[in-house]
């Protein structure tokens, strides 16, 4: 019996496989394809915009040098703002002192990738780490007990204490499980297009908001993206023919524009759903498995790999059994507001661009918004991902939030310090009385004391495997409640006399 059996070899299943083996957990991923690489996934139609939350999960694994090796990028974009329903935001107008908690980081922006070169790296992480990925295999059945869940795979059955849903935007685990899925149907249908144009000159560069609906020209020739406003009518069984194309794309540009040729086209619609809880018993849900929407504004993959940061960590220390009670529920209380959050902002760029007259007079409001530093700057954050908070209860400013990159004279920063997948002390005091505290979980904390570049007016912070604040010690003296704080995420302990200090003392 596997510990964790997870659908889906996506970024989103592979990211969560690599999270479990990195904690020890016995790992199968099932996944219905059986080559791993396509037309599709390659650029330029697999393209994919990563946010600066997520290049920092991949840095704070130390998976970034490989992930813009597989991107064939050297870093993360030069500060590429994004868009709102095709309004682009001016990367200048963003406010920085505006934009609470940031220190300098390799994951300050975000990155163009494909999802090949996500999951290439990602598929090698997890076969490093133990990871079993079976491919050609669909799963088809399953079923769950108080011990664990069957799922029939291909010919076989296969067993394991959880199975993780990672199968995308049409889950058959979230069917078989009964997951409760709502929400709003769509509006419209959109296609991605690597396309043959006789006359692309017709065609305005970027994106272009018309009265019938939206048209994208983007930079390779011929990669096209449109969004007509049929209400979800079209019949997506089948990728969509030339003469169609043409006909959607001549009606929402106004022009006469012709394809000879379509080389590769794709389907989608902005269907918002999600599911009421992430988890049923012994199956839980991720990513796109848990939430759809449209792909504006480029956010499934990055609220996919938050979930897997999110959820990897809980799940292994409640199969290693040192979950303390109710840490596996917190995956849904924490995420799932943030799924919700994403659905409504494709909603609310659906709602803006929709034909007829109300939507261009929405636009103009924006537009004038957008020329102002505080909407740019509430909307790059909006995107960046950074910005995250869970409600963990407490009302100190850093508690719940992203850490900031925090990092000691010498050099020792965060973002290192977590690529174990364990939980960080940061003390900037070397204090005594922490240090021995924080001695109780030498197996699942790291303490690390020395002074900091930037502490931020902290004298120490806990930081959770997946970069959650979830304790600080402010110099007003709210030091108490780190055992509390410690115990609440990662468990009770060993008796505190055999425990021995996990610790790292760096000098001035
Ligand atoms: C045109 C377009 C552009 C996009 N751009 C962006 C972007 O810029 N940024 C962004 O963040 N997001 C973007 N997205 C969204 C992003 O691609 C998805 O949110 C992301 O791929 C979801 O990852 P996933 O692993 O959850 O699901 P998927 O990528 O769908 O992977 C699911 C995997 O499960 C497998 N599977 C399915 N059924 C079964 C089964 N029964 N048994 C076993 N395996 C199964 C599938 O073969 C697949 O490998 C875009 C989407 C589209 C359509």
């Not at 500060?79 to 934009?99: C, Q, V």
């Not at 007990?145 to 204490?161: I, Q, S, V």
């Not at 889950?171 to 006789?198: I, K, M």
């Not at 920063?413 to 204090?431: P, S, Y």
Request: charged share 25%.
């Amino acid at each position: 019996m596997y510990d964790v059996m997870i659908a889906g070899a996506g970024p989103v299943g592979l990211f969560l496989a690599g999270e479990l083996g990195l904690a020890g957990c016995s790992v199968l991923v099932l996944e219905r394809q059986a080559e791993p690489h396509s037309p599709s996934r390659v650029m330029p139609l697999g393209m994919r915009g990563l946010s600066a939350g997520s290049v920092e999960a991949f840095y704070r694994r130390g998976m970034l040098p490989a992930l813009l090796a597989a991107s064939d990028v050297r870093g993360p974009s030069p500060r590429a703002a994004g868009h709102f329903a095709g309004m682009m935001l001016d990367p200048a107008a963003i406010d920085d002192g505006a934009l609470p908690f940031r220190l300098p980081s390799p994951a300050m922006e975000g990155m163009m990738t494909s999802l090949d070169a996500v999951e290439t790296v990602l598929a090698e992480r997890a076969v490093k780490l133990g990871v079993e990925i079976r491919r050609g295999v669909p799963v088809t059945a399953i079923a769950q007990d108080d011990e664990g869940a069957t799922a029939r795979a291909g010919e076989d059955e296969y067993r394991a204490r959880w199975l993780v849903g990672c199968d995308g935007g049409r889950s058959t685990v979230r069917r078989l499980a009964g997951f409760a899925f709502v929400g709003t149907e769509p509006q419209l249908t959109g296609y991605v297009a690597l396309a043959d144009v006789a006359d692309l000159e017709k065609l305005r560069p970027g994106f272009n908001l018309t009265p019938h609906g939206m048209y994208l020209r983007m930079r390779t020739p011929g990669h096209l993206g449109m969004m007509d406003f049929d209400g979800g009518a079209y019949d997506r069984s089948r990728p969509p023919a030339r003469e169609h194309l043409q006909a959607v794309l001549r009606r929402i540009s106004g022009t006469d524009v012709t394809l000879t040729g379509v080389r590769l086209a794709s389907s989608f619609t902005d269907r918002a759903k999600q599911t009421t809880s992430y988890r049923r018993g012994r199956v839980l849900l991720a990513g796109d498995a848990a939430h759809i929407h449209s792909p504006l504004g480029g956010q499934g993959l990055n609220l996919g790999i938050g979930d897997a940061m999110n959820l990897g960590w809980k799940l292994a220390a409640t199969v290693r059994g040192h979950a303390p009670a109710g840490l596996l529920d917190t995956y849904t209380a924490e995420r799932h507001p943030v799924g919700a959050r994403v659905l409504d902002w494709s909603r609310a760029q659906v709602a803006v661009m929709r034909p007829g007259a109300h939507a261009p007079a929405l636009q103009g409001l924006l537009r004038e918004l957008l020329e102002t530093r505080d909407a740019t700057t509430y909307v790059y954050d909006r995107l960046s991902g950074t910005s995250l908070r869970y409600d963990l209860g407490s009302d100190r400013p850093l508690i719940g939030r992203n850490a900031p990159e925090l990092r000691l004279v010498d050099g020792t920063a965060l973002g290192e310090l977590l690529q174990r997948g364990l939980g960080v002390v940061l003390d900037f005091d070397a204090d005594r009385p922490l240090r021995a505290a924080a001695g109780r979980w030498p197996d699942r904390i790291r303490y690390v004391a020395g002074p900091a570049r930037d502490d931020l007016g902290l004298r120490a912070v806990l930081v959770r495997p997946d970069g959650v604040v979830a304790w600080a010690a402010a110099d007003d003296g709210d030091g108490a409640g780190f055992e509390r704080s410690a115990e609440r995420w990662f468990g009770a302990t060993a008796d505190r006399a055999t425990a021995g200090p996990a610790e790292v003392v760096r000098p001035g």
